[in-house]
Structures are given as C-alpha cells and as structure tokens.
T-cell receptor, first 117, second 114 residues
Framework: NAGVMQNPRHLVRRRGQEARLRCSPM?????VYWYRQLPEEGLKFMVY????????ESGMPKERFSAEFPKEGPSILRIQQVVRGDSAAYFC???????????????FGPGTRLTVT | SQQGEEDPQALSIQEGENATMNCSYK?????LQWYRQNSGRGLVHLIL?????REKHSGRLRVTLDTSKKSSSLLITASRAADTASYFC??????????????FGTGTRLKVLA
C-alpha cells in the first residue's frame, strides 16, 4: 500500500511563473491537508479538502494560491506568479474517511521543496 | 506567543539518556499529536492523546496531557542516535468548532550523541 505521494520533490521556478504541486493521498483516503514549512519552523496549515470540496481554507493566502481535489486524480496546490517568499517546503497529508468530523491521524507525504529564484 | 509552542527549541543528550520536550497551546482541543521529522523529510505520526486522557505510552514514548495547563510533554526513554530529529506537537480543534485547522508547534530539535 503506497503512502502519500507528492511530486515533484523539488521544484525551481523564476519569479512570476506558476508552481503546481501534486499530492496523491493514500488509497482509500478522501481527506487532504496542505501545509507550508519555512526553514527551522513548524508546519502552517493552509487548506483542508475533501473530494471536490474545500472544507477549510483559512490558512491560504487570499491571492495567488488555490487548491483543488477533484473526483479523479491528485490534489493540486497552485501558486500563481510566485515570489521569493513562496520558497518553502509544502507538505500534504491525507486521512481516511472517519465517522467523526475530526480526523485523528494524518499521513504525510515527503513534501515538495519549492525554490523561487 | 502562538498556539503550539514547544520547548526547548533544541536539545542535545547522550545516547541512553531520556529526552523530555514540552508543548503548550492556547485554545480547546479535541486531541494532541506528536510527530517526528527527520531532516528534509515528511512527518511521521508518533502518538495521539485525546483531551480526556492524561497519559499514554507507546514503546519508549510517554506522553502526558494537562488540559488545565494547556500543556503536553513527550518523553523518550533510553534515547538512541536514530532518535535524532525534530519533534512537533499538533493540536486538533474540538468537534463542532467550525474549524479543521491542525496547529503545529515550532518544534524541538533533538540531537542524540553516540
């Protein structure tokens, strides 16, 4: 059973370009979280999605950032017109369908390290 | 200070010693979780403790939770060089709070010297 997969693992973009980060959750998981981690810091929540729905995007910057989790295919975090400050590690985590609203355990992917030059 | 602060920020111990790290938080929680992150890698879930629990064990790990003080501690006994990593706490919000935002602490960087 493959774990959470993210690609690419490393991504270099020039200022102004678009970055698309992909996350394939574990098989059977329909909940995805995206986090951003700056060097020497903890993870900052960005967005929580279920299939075809954005449930909580309170951590997403209002501009240039968007996320989706279509019925088929991976979850995508899209950053338009990247700036140097977007350089960070972006992690996604997935959780199985649960009976409670709060999902207990998240399984993390290896992350995508975005460098904006 | 922000939700999910940990101390110490860095800890260096000898192999075989115990390592204790602490996490404080500000708001009500459903549960608190501890994760480990090796350098340049994703996070690995270690242990979860619910708001109505006070202590939990898993192998060499012992977690305590004091909801009155809004704090938790992670104890790693008989540490090994392989335990060298950053350790993060994360709090899950109460059910029905309207948010699903897990809040991670700033992390404790543990170094175990052989």
């Amino acid at each position: 059973n493959a774990g959470v997969m993210q690609n690419p693992r490393h991504l270099v973009r020039r200022r102004g370009q678009e970055a698309r980060l992909r996350c394939s959750p574990m098989k059977g998981h329909s909940h995805v979280y995206w986090y951003r981690q700056l060097p020497e810091e903890g993870l900052k929540f960005m967005v929580y999605l279920q299939k075809e729905n954005i449930i909580d995007e309170s951590g997403m910057p209002k501009e240039r950032f968007s996320a989706e989790f279509p019925k088929e295919g991976p979850s995508i975090l899209r950053i338009q017109q990247v700036v140097r400050g977007d350089s960070a590690a972006y992690f996604c985590a997935s959780s199985p369908v649960g009976t409670s609203v709060i999902i207990d355990e998240q399984y993390f992917g290896p992350g995508t390290r975005l460098t904006v030059t | 200070s922000q939700q999910g602060e940990e101390d110490p920020q860095a800890l260096s111990i000898q192999e075989g010693e115990n390592a204790t790290m602490n996490c404080s938080y500000k708001t009500s929680i459903n549960n608190l979780q501890w994760y480990r992150q090796n350098s340049g890698r994703g996070l690995v879930h270690l242990i979860l403790i619910r708001s109505n629990e006070r202590e939990k064990h898993s192998g060499r790990l012992r977690v305590t939770l004091d909801t009155s003080k809004k704090s938790s501690s992670l104890l790693i006994t008989a540490s090994r060089a392989a335990d060298t990593a950053s350790y993060f706490c994360a709090t899950a919000p109460p059910i029905g709070s309207g948010t699903y935002k897990y809040i991670f602490g700033t992390g404790t960087r543990l170094k175990v010297l052989a």
